[in-house]
């Protein structure tokens, strides 16, 4: 059964400030928010623009723009007419692509994205469902932790800074876990001065990149990452397995030797 989520407007402005930042490098200017806004209590560009204290053509400007943005960043045509619906069935068919109820539809990797940015998260999983993964997501650290308990999880992508729980604790819990440890981990953050990177690396993470990311250079380390991953677990089961050949073998020698001595 699909959940209908109906996010509030502080919501979606929330989602749409942090992906158009990621897209575009900028936030939306306080006009265009407020023309957001009008649109989605349904306001005509004359209402819109007294309450900006602008002329209608000049809020018919600044909105015609602003659609042209927004269908650039979300795909598809965004309107004032078909704003409201469309943003919400885009959001609403990220939330089925994410519905952990649903497993087999996903025949590749499955990616845990942690992040407490809800437009962070809906602009990388949208992203990276469409490019073949499965992925999970929290906004809280430690929901994250009791996740990782009961799922194969093949990368994380992980956000320093959260209130719960930061990003370099959930780091050295999952690498002080035997079942978890060999799983690789993107860090993700705002803070680009080299301390901060090399303060991750240094624990060991596998790669850090900084906000806001090119989301097709994501991917590409994603794949990376995810395809060495690969390969270490395959020379991991070739080395036991040489074990166990290895052992069958000795006893097999120890067997002959005892009947050649009976």
Same mark, same amino acid.
């Given at each position: ?5 109906? /996010? ?12 158009? /930042? ?5 936030? *939306? ?7 957001? $806004? ?22 018919? %400007?600044?909105?015609?723009? *602003? ?23 885009? +959001?609403? +068919? ?12 996903? =025949? ?39 996740? *990782? ?5 093949? *990368? ?6 959260? =209130? ?6 959930? /780091?050295?819990?999952? $690498? ?6 060999? %799983? =690789? ?11 901060? !990177?090399? $303060? ?25 990452? %995810? ?5 270490? +677990? ?9 074990? !166990?050949?290895?052992?069958? +073998? ?6 002959? !030797? ?5």
């Amino acid at each position: 059964m699909n959940i209908i989520y109906r /996010y509030s407007f502080s919501e979606i402005l929330e989602i749409i400030q942090q992906q158009v /930042y990621l897209t575009k490098g900028c936030y *939306l200017t306080i006009q265009e928010q407020e023309i957001l $806004k009008g649109t989605w209590n349904n306001l005509s560009h004359r209402e819109i623009a007294e309450s900006l204290y602008l002329s209608n053509g000049y809020v018919r %400007i600044i909105a015609s723009a *602003l659609w042209k943005t927004l269908s650039s960043v979300f795909g598809g045509n965004i309107t004032k007419a078909n704003f409201y619906y469309t943003i919400n069935n885009i +959001l609403q +068919l990220d939330n089925t692509d994410n519905n952990n109820d649903h497993t087999n539809q996903y =025949p590749k990797e499955h990616i845990l994205i942690v992040d407490d940015s809800l437009g962070i998260i809906q602009l990388i999983s949208r992203f990276l469902n469409k490019n073949g993964y499965r992925v999970s997501a929290f906004m809280n650290g430690n929901d994250a932790l009791m996740f *990782l308990k009961n799922q194969s999880i093949n *990368l994380i992508i992980l956000d320093i800074f959260m =209130p719960d729980i930061n990003g370099y604790e959930i /780091y050295e819990q999952v $690498k002080s876990s035997v079942n978890l440890n060999h %799983i =690789p981990i993107i860090f993700i953050s705002y803070l680009n001065d080299s301390e901060s !990177k090399v $303060k991750s690396l240094n624990l060991g993470a596998n790669d850090y990149i900084t906000k806001p990311f090119n989301l097709q250079e994501l991917l590409l380390r994603v794949a990376y990452h %995810i395809s060495c991953h690969k390969r270490e +677990l395959a020379k991991i089961r070739e080395i036991e397995e040489c074990k !166990k050949t290895i052992e069958i +073998l000795l006893a097999e020698v120890s067997n002959n !030797k005892k009947g050649n001595q009976e």
